[in-house]
């Protein structure tokens, strides 16, 4: 059984930063790509980020490119989001994911999700 808990979640001004954390508990965690994905208010879920199991690549939602870093820590079975420069249209609930598919984008290939943490950005 795996299972996720998302924290770092709060409110701050367009242009500051947050850091995400996604908790992951559960056996091999190594064996699992993770991803962020988010969904505002009468939208489509959407994929942010997502990073291979060996940490060694990384990929990004066209919206948050440049401006979010998703990195892990496979001794502390944790994975982050860095976001900087945040604008009022990353206001969403953040969700982590896990699959054992690598590096996909679309939601249905993650088996795993966390509860999410609200993210509103003011402007």
């Known amino acids: 059984q795996v299972q996720l808990v998302e924290s770092g979640g709060g409110l701050v001004q367009a242009g500051g930063s947050l850091r995400l954390s996604c908790a992951v508990s559960?056996?091999?965690?190594?064996?699992?790509?993770m991803g962020w994905f988010r969904q505002a208010p009468g939208k489509k879920r959407e994929f942010a980020a997502g990073i291979r199991w060996s940490g060694e690549s990384t990929y990004y939602g066209d919206s948050v490119k440049g401006r979010f870093t998703i990195s892990r820590d496979n001794a502390e079975n944790t994975v982050y989001l860095q976001m900087n420069s945040l604008k009022p249209e990353d206001t969403a609930v953040y969700y982590c994911?896990?699959?054992?598919?690598?590096?996909?984008?679309?939601?249905?290939?993650?088996?795993?999700w966390g509860q999410g943490t609200q993210v509103t950005v003011s402007s």
């Open positions: 559960g056996r091999d965690f190594r064996r699992y790509s």
């Open positions: 994911a896990a699959t054992i598919v690598t590096m996909s984008v679309h939601s249905n290939h993650y088996a795993h």
